[in-house]
């Protein structure tokens, strides 16, 4: 018996199946809870830098893909000003190359950026009005930073990554956050049943946690947030479940790429995946009134 970490009951973990690392090759358990049924890695490691290194996070990408990922951007900013104030500021966390940062920025918001690295993103460097705190994984701290009142954060596939989404949660609160935009991957659907330790989301340990909608929201509301709005998108992951089968049947490295998530043929592929939709769950959250 343990301590779920989301729900707080004291429960067992049921063990689903064994999938591997596609940066290691190492084994983990993925388990589900008995109570609120959310899926976790049974056996994270104490330290997941190792697992960070040489990973796609921080890398320019192909012109193609960044013109039709902005697009959609743009289209998911939109979703979040409608809860947005007019001078209400934004915190991405986890930002990655920064494109959504940009996005924002070009949009006239005040946006303050944040990742691991201690470096400005690739695509907000010579942005010198936005501001840039480097995140702990370990805590959740952002250093440097004091306060943002009233602010919204954006944890786009940032949530799954927390060894303690409770503890990121309570943190962030403390800062002054009082809006929440959470995207993940969206587990329990076709395509994850359909390609099961294969699905591209289901990686560990880079993902710890795997929600359905039902677990996130509850998980929420038990922190004190009240939903707004919640729904489903899709992004282009087929070539990505690919991607990851062959890493992981260990197929050469240069016929793997070919698949990389981020490249030219993964952003061609993007009408197929319409064959199996709403591979995406996102939730508005902010504190209750």
């Known amino acids: 018996m343990a301590i779920c970490e989301l729900c707080g009951q004291d429960v067992n973990h049921v063990l689903l199946f064994q999938t591997l690392s596609m940066q290691t090759k190492e084994a983990f358990q993925i388990g589900e809870c008995t109570f609120c049924r959310v899926r976790k890695v049974l056996n994270p490691p104490q330290d997941l830098s190792p697992y960070y290194v040489n990973t796609h996070m921080r890398k320019s990408n192909n012109k193609l893909y960044v013109f039709l990922k902005q697009l959609l951007l743009k289209s998911e900013l939109n979703r979040i000003l409608k809860f947005a104030g007019p001078d209400q500021e934004f915190l991405d966390i986890g930002c990655g190359t920064g494109d959504f940062v940009k996005t924002i920025h070009d949009q006239g918001r005040k946006v303050r950026a944040s990742d691991s690295a201690p470096d400005k993103p690739v695509m907000a460097k010579d942005l010198n009005d936005i501001e840039y705190y480097q995140f ?26 927390a060894a303690s989404p409770r ?20 587990h329990g659907n076709y395509e994850d049943k359909l390609f099961g330790q294969y699905y591209f989301p289901c990686n560990p340990p880079l993902h710890l946690w795997f929600f359905e909608k039902e ?8 922190e004190g947030l009240e939903i707004a709005e919640s729904g489903f998108y899709t992004i282009p992951n087929l070539v990505c479940n690919l ?9 050469p490295v240069w016929f793997c790429e070919i698949f990389n998530p981020q490249g030219i043929v993964s952003a061609l592929s993007g009408p197929l995946d319409f064959l199996m939709p709403n591979n995406v769950l996102w939730v508005y959250a902010r504190v209750k009134k």
């Open 136 to 161: 702990d994984y370990a805590d959740y701290s952002l250093r440097g930073l004091d306060r943002i009142n009233h602010g919204i954060v954006i944890l786009r596939h940032v949530l799954e990554h």
């Open 167 to 186: 503890t990121f949660i309570k943190k962030l609160l403390s800062y002054g956050i009082t809006g929440f935009y959470i995207v993940v991957p969206n």
């Open 215 to 222: 677990t996130l929201i509850r998980f929420l509301e038990n």
């Open 243 to 251: 991607y990851r089968y062959l890493y992981l049947k260990n197929y």
